[in-house]
């Protein structure tokens, strides 16, 4: 059984988000992240958040064979050292990142020494080869001061994007419609960034500072759920985002709106 796992559906900053009492009352989301069972039961970790300890008890596990990374944002990368010897000393954790991202870790003091331990065993490449499952990695436009982005193409009998951060649709389509990009790529479930709802919500900060297809835009890219489409479900949500009380602008056309626990079986 390949299986897909929810276990995080906000943004980096997580939900409440520190500072903020706009989303004190709200209920809890964790940085985004998922998890991935493969045919013989290897459990496969994407993104590695602070909330490591939360994320793997919603999972059920204790344990897990190798942590895939898109990018080096905060909240996608500030769990990395929870795998040291503070805390779980994990032993041949295989990492899976880009070549930039690699890079980074071994500049980064902090996470050099999770190498040299042998925390983690790195492994660059685009298409990586598991047990009944193959995961691609897809370079998307999104801020890269500090590391390139890719999101996850995870192939088994069906396929499911994981997209949590990108700029925009225009850079990351690069003119194509989205409809036919999905389909070219075959993917029965999409995990798309659903960060902010609108262009303007963020009221005291230059939201063009932190690009992010407003889920509005999504919206009327996809239109309606029609027969025979896919699956497709909003994460990594800001505090901000009025999705995180009320999800019918989305479920009245058809899609989701991510949460903690969700699964996804792809075989
Ligand atoms: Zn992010
Ligand atoms: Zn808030
Ligand atoms: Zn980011």
Redesign the pocket.
Known sequence: MVEVTLLGSAQDGGVPQVGCDCCVELEQRYPVSIGLIDAEGGKHLFEATRHLGDQLRIWGCSEVDSVFLT?A?IGHVDGLGLFGKETMAAKGVNLYCSKMMLDLIERTPHWSTLLSDGVFIPRVASVYQLPGVIVEAIEVP??DELSDMHAYLIKAEKSLLFLP?HDTWQETLRGHDLRAWLNHLEVDIALIDGTFYSADELKHRDQSKVPHPPVEQTLQMLGERREGDGEVVFIHLNHTNPLCRDDTPVTELGWKVGKEGMSFSLD
């Open positions: 990018h944002h999104h801020r951060d």
